[in-house]
């Protein structure tokens, strides 16, 4: 798909976030239904959001996440049970309502980022005890770790997204049950070794990855949200990361931080007003999104076009919102 396409789509994926319908909960990026018998059905926007804000739209972007998260999970069946039940077209889903465990866990396989919470950020200033881990002198910047590690954040709220909490704290704060706690844990890492054997064989690195985990109703753990996309990984190319590392450049972005460096690059870092941004750069980013799915499914991205008017009479054949 060339870029001229992939602009002239704008308009779509604009008009594809904002499906004004009452009924909605919304997300930066997801818009949320309650259907009967304890359902939800799921819309994924087009709209992305960095620093924490929806900063534009881009093309395919919530097709591309829907059906790629809902591949991970078909695919991870065997190592944790989730709550998917049906795909009613390319942007939405239909999931089993469960309560969501609030503590985000995060694995990393690589010692990266700039932001005064990230792993690299602190080593540099000469931290070696860092979120309950020792690292071992001699690291440099996106380098491998010597293992995944995982550094939990409580979920979003009046904590809010913070990376200061350790392992050990997510028990001693009473979030989880040790067992619970034990078994999300060991969920996490199989999975990311999972992610990253395909993401291997893909020509891609998978760097760190963020999973969600709820409670269905008959008190099992299971995975929500989404999985190994753009939006919740990132991922670099594998073919140059090994020169850039040794050139000392930043490793080529698959991911929803390609759009995260082009501000920075303008000075822009989340505060303010966001300056303009070319429609090559949303049309560039389609194209890293789309790559990301061919690359780890071994599927061509074939886009499904369904207008607001579609999707309503879709709705309503499922029984209608409460």
């Not at 870029?3 to 308009?11: A, F, G, Q, R």
């Not at 904002?18 to 909605?24: E, T």
């Not at 709209?47 to 809902?70: E, I, M, T």
């Not at 690059?265 to 505060?271: I, M, P, S």
């Amino acid at each position: 798909m060339d870029e001229k396409t992939l602009i002239s789509l704008l308009p779509m994926a604009f008009q594809s976030a904002h499906l004004n319908l009452s009924g909605r909960e919304s997300g930066k990026v997801r818009d949320w239904y309650p259907l009967p018998d304890g359902k939800r059905l799921i819309i994924t926007t087009d709209r992305l959001s960095a620093f924490d804000r929806v900063l534009a739209c881009v093309p395919y972007k919530g097709q591309v996440l829907n059906q790629l998260s809902n591949w991970w999970m078909r695919s991870s069946e065997d190592i944790l049970p989730n709550h998917l039940i049906s795909e009613p077209d390319p942007n939405a889903v239909i999931v089993e309502e469960a309560r969501p465990i609030l503590v985000e866990v995060i694995v990393r396989g690589y010692i990266t980022g700039v932001t005064s919470t990230a792993l690299w950020y602190r080593y540099s200033l000469g931290e070696r005890n860092i979120y309950g881990y020792t690292f071992p002198e001699g690291l440099h910047k996106n380098q491998a770790l010597p293992a995944p590690i995982i550094t939990p954040t409580t979920k979003g709220g009046a904590t809010g997204h913070d990376e200061r909490l350790t392992c050990a704290e997510v028990v001693e704060h009473g979030l989880l049950d040790a067992l619970t706690w034990e078994y999300v844990q060991a969920a996490a890492l199989r999975l990311f070794a999972r992610g990253q054997a395909v993401a291997d064989q893909a020509g891609l690195i998978l760097v760190d990855t963020k999973y969600e985990f709820g409670l269905s109703k008959t008190g099992k753990v299971v995975l929500i949200d989404e999985i190994h996309t753009p939006d919740s990984s990132r991922f670099w190319k594998k073919e140059t990361y090994q020169q850039r590392l040794e050139q000392g450049e930043e490793p080529e972005n698959f991911d929803k931080e390609f759009i995260r460096m082009a501000y920075t690059e303008r000075g822009f870092r989340g505060d303010g007003d966001a300056p303009e941004m070319p429609e090559s750069l949303w049309a560039a980013a389609a194209l890293r999104y789309i790559t990301i799915y061919e690359r780890l499914t071994g599927q061509p991205f074939v886009p499904g076009v369904y207008p607001v008017e579609e999707r309503l009479a879709a709705m309503e054949q499922l029984g209608g919102l409460k």
